[in-house]
């Protein structure tokens, strides 16, 4: 392979992407050089409407970045010079490349993150509405993946809609870092140009500026925590993925999703992959490794600005499309769902889940707990053996492992109820899946 040192050293073919934040950050600045009185107006009209149109023509693909351009920050402004000529080098004071490159990422992932944030949002409101469907659908609750006790379909999906709302406040979070403005960084030293850099930031839609000049031009942590933050979000995405390819299995046969989100077997026809939930899945893997591809990057950097730097686009800008992608096709894939009630309530009902109260009943009846457990566990063996849930076998078969034993005990025991007697907050109980409902009604 052949490859000059240009080349290898050239960033326009992943940082071009940058090109409208470059553009909106050159406006700001024409705008600003004009309000401290280093161009004129005139000039200023020039500069913003040759930017203008140079978007558009990008846009439209009438413009081109080529490798002679090496980054986004230079194509742009070879742009300019061709359009404007010499007016374009007046662009050049009180900023360089350094806060140019931070001022652009940091725009970029503003809008990213108000994009994914809209998409978490979206997500919510579908699993709210699902929830809302299902308060009365009965499911098995599984630990270890073995049927542990009964729940509801929605408090199920509540705990994932927790999940995703810590998602969407982590990002929030991580927006009020990215949204400030770097100072006129100069290599890191600053610039003996005193602009005001309010009327950028205002211009440009950020809180503040970063206090030193020296930071700014070399701090990621932005970055990394953009990344962190799609990172922990592809994995409850992951997790949901997982749920619902084994709940699709003609084992569980709990939901059937669209065929437009899976494929079929060429061979085997009768085989649905639940394809798009597998793919989410695996790029869950993919986002963890961009981020620790820019941890690595940066673990042993000296201050300031080094050109490793410059790798930092691949991993932030894949992440952030990962996510954004695999966000909206979950979403999309979920609306499709059909759910088999039916078949939830009878895996609960052969599940045997309801033996955690049979315990509780003969406690209640005052057999100590050793004793307990061995009577429960006589019971389920023998409701197994007689391919019967517990609920259904006759009090005389019943007696039979202990006197304790009433006709109360179906009351007790009946899957229904057993939901419906769990009293602690954020329980699976009809009632407290009711209350985190409205909760979430009144957050909004």
């Known amino acids: 392979m052949k490859l000059s040192a240009k080349e290898f050293m050239a960033s326009i073919a992943f940082d071009r992407k940058l090109y409208e934040e470059e553009i909106e950050c050159s406006i700001a600045h024409a705008k600003m050089l004009a309000g401290n009185g280093i161009i004129t107006e005139e000039e200023t009209e020039k500069i913003v409407a040759a930017l203008k149109e140079i978007r558009k023509e990008i846009q439209d693909g009438k413009l081109r970045f080529t490798i002679e351009h090496e980054d986004v920050h230079s194509g742009i402004h070879i742009f300019l010079t061709d359009k404007i000529g010499e007016l374009a080098k007046v662009m050049r004071v009180g900023r360089g490349v350094n806060d140019q490159v931070v001022a652009d990422s940091r725009l970029f992932l503003k809008k990213e993150t108000e994009a994914i944030n809209e998409l978490l949002t979206n997500l919510l409101d579908t699993l709210e509405g699902i929830a809302r469907e299902n308060v009365n659908t009965i499911m098995p609750g599984y630990s270890h993946l073995q049927r542990s006790q009964p729940v509801t379909l929605a408090h199920h999906f509540l705990a994932y809609y927790q999940m995703f709302n810590r998602d969407r406040k982590r990002f929030s979070n991580c927006l009020e870092g990215i949204n400030l403005l770097p100072p006129d960084c100069g290599a890191s030293a600053g610039t003996s140009f005193d602009l005001d850099r309010t009327m950028l930031a205002e211009e440009l839609g950020f809180d503040g500026f970063l206090p030193n000049a020296m930071d700014a031009a070399s ?6 925590e953009f990344i962190n933050c799609c990172a922990i979000a592809m994995t409850h ?9 084994l709940w699709d299995t003609v084992e569980f046969d709990f939901i059937e999703i669209d065929l437009e989100f899976c494929t079929q077997s060429k061979v085997m026809p009768q085989k649905r992959n639940l394809d798009v939930a597998e793919l989410i899945r695996g790029k869950a893997g993919r986002v963890y490794g961009d981020l620790i591809n820019l941890l690595t990057i940066f673990k042993g950097l000296p201050m300031t600005y080094n050109r490793d730097m410059q790798e930092d686009k691949v991993p ?16 999309e894939m979920i609306k499709t769902m059909k759910i088999n009630r039916g078949n939830m309530q009878r895996a609960a009902k052969y599940g045997y889940m309801n033996a955690t109260e049979l315990f509780n009943y003969l406690s209640d009846k005052g057999i100590d707990s050793e004793n307990s457990a061995r009577i429960v566990g006589k019971v389920v063996e023998y409701a197994i053996n007689h391919g019967k849930p517990i609920e259904e076998l006759w009090l005389d078969d019943l007696k039979q492992f202990s006197q304790a034993f009433d006709s109360d005990v179906y009351d007790r025991i009946a899957i229904r109820n057993v939901i ?12 407290s899946v009711e209350e985190q409902l409205a909760k979430i009604a009144e957050s909004k």
């Open 237 to 245: 995405l992951s997790r949901f993925c997982e749920d619902l390819i």
């Open 420 to 431: 419906a007697s769990k009293k602690s907050k954020g329980s699976t109980s009809f009632k």
């Open 316 to 331: 932030v800008m894949d992440a952030a499309n990962t996510l954004e992608s695999s966000l909206y096709l979950f979403v």
């Open 219 to 224: 701090d990621r942590d932005f970055a990394m």
